[in-house]
């Protein structure tokens, strides 16, 4: 059986979405979903549909810069759907897609997980800080 050049193996890889290789699109993917605002939006969505100004509301400290640009990644990504109701002022709204919700599990236990860890965490790095 002839081995696979390295070329070969990242080729595969690639092709396989291994995220440990530097041209991989899912590195992409995962670096999007690790943003503190993508865990919280789809949180803030878990329990259906909400406008912008409800979205802004729930989340304390985003910038309506960053909130919109978010949203229209998420919405590029095909993990929500905005949607436009024709009215004054028009209406938008925005609600998870089947591959947002499939998210949920993972998301909600990793903010759940920093809730209740926090208080470790915070003992941990004072000590850290105390040695360094």
């Known amino acids: 059986m002839a081995t696979a050049t390295a070329a070969q193996r990242r080729r595969k890889a690639r092709e396989e979405y291994d995220a440990f290789i530097a041209a991989c699109p899912s590195r992409q ?28 509301r729930t989340i304390a400290g985003v910038s309506q810069k960053m909130l919109t640009q978010t949203l229209r990644n998420l919405e590029r990504d095909g993990i929500l759907i905005r949607s436009i109701t024709p009215a004054v002022p028009v209406r938008v ?31 941990a790095r004072r000590r850290y800080d105390a040695r360094h």
Do not use: F, N
């Open 29 to 56: 993917l995962l670096d999007r979903l690790a943003d503190k605002w993508v865990s919280l939006i789809l949180v803030a969505l878990a329990d259906g549909e909400q406008r912008y100004s409800e979205i802004a």
């Open 93 to 123: 709204s925005y609600r998870l897609t089947p591959l947002g919700e499939s998210l949920l599990p993972v998301v909600r236990a990793v903010k759940y997980w920093a809730e209740e860890h926090m208080p470790e965490v915070q003992v």
